[in-house]
């Protein structure tokens, strides 16, 4: 059975750092690209960052750049997110979620989410 | 980034069609997803490259795309199928995914 476990979220400050992990099972972490999602409260899912297979290839939504970092360590599956210097605006559920082997952008598995509030 | 637009609502009678549009710049050049995400719930794919089904997804759901709009619909709607519906595509210009905004599906 496939399964994403997300974890790390929690409450922070504006400023701050948080590190997310999701960790994976049920199939062969390192042939798949992943993605991170987010959503916040009561609003819609917002593409945040994609990963290729080796994670030689990243790329991050406007938003986030030069402030998330997407990570993977294929040997423990786990995917990771780095966020720093984070905004009240950051504040949201944080999916991962897999890239489907059979399409190019599709995610066809997800966590549960964790979720990540900034404020003071 | 490329914008993908959705009616925030849409409301259908038990048994009857559900037609949720996704509007963008010549998105019929673009390869389209949709989700269903129930409250609570993380999103699940139904329909994905414009019209084909996951395993596991009924065959009431399907999905179009031609010119500036992308259509998800679902035959004979249940009670269960009220949730919100997300499309989604890759942008091979900005290489982003980008979301529409979301769909509410009230089943009268």
């Known amino acids: 059975e496939v399964q994403l476990v997300e974890s790390g979220g929690g409450l922070d400050q504006p400023g701050g750092s948080l590190r997310l992990s999701c960790e994976v099972s049920?199939?062969?972490?390192?042939?798949?690209?992943m993605h991170w999602v987010r959503q916040a409260p009561g609003k819609g899912l917002v593409w945040v960052s994609r990963?290729?297979?080796?994670?030689?290839?990243?790329n991050y939504a406007d938003s986030v750049k030069g402030r998330f970092t997407i990570s993977r360590d294929n040997a423990k599956n786990t995917l990771y997110l780095q966020m720093n210097s984070l905004r009240a605006e950051d504040t949201a559920v944080y999916y991962c979620?897999?890239?489907?082997?059979?399409?190019?952008?599709?995610?066809?598995?997800w966590g549960q989410g964790t979720l990540v509030t900034v404020s003071s | 980034s490329y914008v993908l637009t959705q009616p925030p609502s849409v409301s259908v009678a038990p048994g009857q069609t559900a037609r949720i549009t996704c509007g963008g710049n010549?998105?019929?050049?673009?390869?389209v997803h949709w989700y269903q995400q129930k409250p609570g719930q993380a999103p699940v794919l139904v329909v994905y490259?414009?019209?084909d089904r996951p395993s596991g997804i009924p065959e009431r759901f399907s999905g179009s795309n031609s010119g500036n709009t992308a259509t998800l619909s679902i035959r004979r709607v249940e009670a269960g199928d009220e949730a919100d519906y997300y499309c989604?595509?890759?942008?091979?210009?900005?290489?982003?995914?980008?979301f529409g905004g979301g769909t509410k599906l009230t089943v009268l």
């Open positions: 979620a897999r890239e489907a082997d059979y399409s190019t952008s599709a995610t066809d598995y």
């Open positions: 049920g199939f062969t972490f390192r042939s798949y690209w």
């Open positions: 990963i290729n297979t080796d994670g030689s290839y990243t």
């Open positions: 010549n998105v019929g050049t673009k390869v």
């Open positions: 490259d414009d019209s």
């Open positions: 989604q595509v890759w942008d091979s210009s900005s290489e982003h995914v980008a």
